[in-house]
């Protein structure tokens, strides 16, 4: 077999069955094989090169580290190593996503995460609005009180019922705060009073429900940790 056709078997060989390039340890050890040759031959794509590059660059940086051992009368050493390699050994990817970037993808997930937490902050500032809202509504208190809430919740009805309670509190507003007649007009002090915790208790549930929204929106997991994150990152931006 000439050194032509060992190379194109084995440049088959580390692109089938979805295969891309080894492992960023294993492509190290490859590229020492070659005489790490800076200045002849493009580096692996490992470590921050790894998250910024496409998987179809990644092949693409492989196959030229096998032709360049066969330019340099190495390529039945790299052959034999590469044909070692342990399926664990390899990175692999479909051909419908080998055009991915994982920088693309980090950056994205931190553009989602930067409108959650403006989201939130927006949110937490309507706080104010809801009179006598105690110490729950605290910086300290409410991450933990959100995610409570949340358990409370049937998830896959969190944006239903955010539409509704939205709506159900339009209408207590209207009827409420008119300037003109409200529901409230010669009701005994102790009636008015307990009717406004109920419409404060109202409005809180709404704010629960928005920040629980713009976290599920951002396609960012509705775990503790998260919630807890996101409105800590929302009161620091309030505050800064």
Not at 57 to 85: I, M, Q, T, W
Not at 157 to 182: F, K, P
Request: aromatic letters at 8%.
């Amino acid at each position: 077999m000439s050194d032509e056709e060992q190379l194109q078997r084995l440049l088959v060989f580390a692109s089938s069955e979805d295969r891309i390039c080894p492992q960023p340890g294993k492509w190290d050890a490859i590229w020492r094989l070659l005489g790490q040759p800076r200045g002849d031959l493009e580096p692996p794509l490992i470590l921050s090169g790894w998250a910024f590059s496409t998987d179809r660059e990644k092949r693409e940086r492989f196959s030229e580290h096998l032709r360049f051992a066969r330019s340099k009368g190495r390529l039945y050493e790299v052959d034999r190593f590469v044909r070692s390699l342990k399926e664990d050994d390899w990175h692999t990817c479909d051909a419908a996503h080998l055009d991915r970037s994982y920088g693309d993808a980090i950056r994205q997930d931190q553009e989602r995460r930067s409108r959650a937490v403006n989201r939130v902050r927006d949110i937490i500032a309507s706080v104010a609005d809801i009179e006598n809202n105690g110490s729950a509504f605290a910086r300290e208190n409410l991450a933990e009180l959100i995610f409570l809430f949340y358990l409370m919740l049937d998830p896959d009805d969190l944006l239903r019922r955010l539409e509704q309670t939205l709506s159900d509190n339009a209408r207590i507003a209207s009827a409420v705060e008119d300037a003109e007649w409200s529901l409230l007009d010669g009701v005994a002090p102790g009636v008015s009073d307990e009717l406004r915790k109920i419409i404060n208790a109202r409005k809180a549930e709404a704010v629960f429900l928005e920040i629980l929204a713009a976290i599920h929106e951002s396609r960012l997991p509705l775990d503790r940790d998260v919630v807890e994150e996101i409105v800590s990152e929302a009161f620091y931006a309030r505050d800064s």
